[in-house]
């Protein structure tokens, strides 16, 4: 219940940034000017310190790595390739290290059969 207070929060969060940013006129301060250039390096730090936090309250370790890839992808975003190519490439990072979990798990936890399973009926 609360990882979808803290979601909703989050999104709140970058959505009023994003407003602030188009609300507040960019060419008349320094910083204002500078969150909007780098707007993907400022939603990558938020998704990765939420993730942290996560992370850190449910003693769950990946988070980490998975905040650290995210604030790589968005930091790059923009910069040395598309934001489309940055967030497809982070997405496939994501999707690998699923797998590996994945087939971790099927190792550690194989298919228990039980007497009289996958016998046909009436056999």
Same mark, same amino acid.
């Given at each position: &219940?609360?990882? #979808?207070?803290? $979601? +909703?929060?989050? &999104?709140?969060?970058?959505?009023?940034?994003?407003? +602030?940013l188009?609300? =507040?006129?960019?060419?008349?301060?320094?910083?204002?000017r500078?969150?909007?250039?780098?707007? +993907?390096?400022?939603? /990558?730090?938020?998704?990765?310190?939420?993730?942290?936090?996560?992370?850190?309250? =449910?003693? +769950?370790?990946? @988070? $980490?790595? $998975?905040?650290?890839?995210?604030?790589? /992808?968005?930091?790059?975003?923009?910069?040395?390739?598309?934001?489309?190519?940055?967030?497809?490439?982070?997405?496939?990072?994501? @999707?690998?290290?699923?797998?590996?979990? &994945?087939?971790?798990? #099927?190792?550690?936890?194989?298919?228990?059969?039980?007497?009289? !399973?996958? &016998?046909? !009926? /009436?056999?």
């Open positions: &219940m609360w990882l #979808m207070v803290l $979601y +909703f929060l989050f &999104m709140l969060l970058v959505l009023g940034f994003v407003i +602030f188009g609300v =507040i006129n960019p060419s008349g301060d320094q910083t204002v500078w969150l909007t250039v780098n707007i +993907f390096l400022v939603i /990558g730090l938020i998704i990765a310190i939420i993730l942290c936090l996560v992370g850190w309250f =449910i003693k +769950f370790q990946r @988070l $980490y790595l $998975y905040a650290v890839l995210n604030f790589i /992808g968005f930091t790059l975003a923009g910069r040395i390739a598309s934001v489309g190519v940055v967030l497809t490439v982070l997405g496939v990072l994501f @999707l690998i290290a699923a797998i590996i979990v &994945m087939r971790n798990f #099927m190792k550690r936890h194989p298919k228990v059969i039980l007497p009289g !399973e996958g &016998m046909a !009926e /009436g056999v």
